[in-house]
């Protein structure tokens, strides 16, 4: 009995895990998505998904807004980098393709309402104490997709 109500904890953390991951609607700094891994946008109409093939796809109910054209690429990861340039990268580190937004320190890709992907930089400002406050948010790259 013990054995049972083990598995059906965890099958139910697994499907309450998988419902919370739906939700992520970016990918911050150092943090990355694996093969099959996908974001979601807010409104849940726009999926943005690392294929297992190496294509980094937005669809729309199932219809290809946009892609990286990566298939065939042996890319086993989506990642931003601490620089600011999110990458598609093979296990080796080798980068396939980029958005070549290197220099902006702290930027996160985003999946918005709208289905445009973009990279965004948080700006700071320092406080009189030497505090950072928060600015702004300041688009440096984007997949043109708003609105398909």
Known sequence: ???????????????????????????????????????????????????????????????????TNTAGKPITQAFMNVDGNFVLKGADGKVYWSTNTGGHPGSSLRIKDDGNICVREDIYATDYMGNPTYVKSVGVWYSNTAGK
Not at 13 to 38: E, P, V, Y
Not at 48 to 63: E, I, R, T
């Open 1 to 67: 009995m013990k054995k049972a109500a083990v598995i059906l904890f965890l099958c139910v953390a697994f499907i309450s895990n998988r419902s919370h991951a739906q939700m992520i609607t970016d990918i911050k700094t150092n943090t990355g998505l694996l093969a099959n891994g996908w974001l979601k946008s807010a409104n849940g109409v726009y999926l943005l998904m690392l294929q297992k093939d190496g294509n980094f796809v937005l669809s729309k109910a199932g219809v290809t807004l946009w892609s």
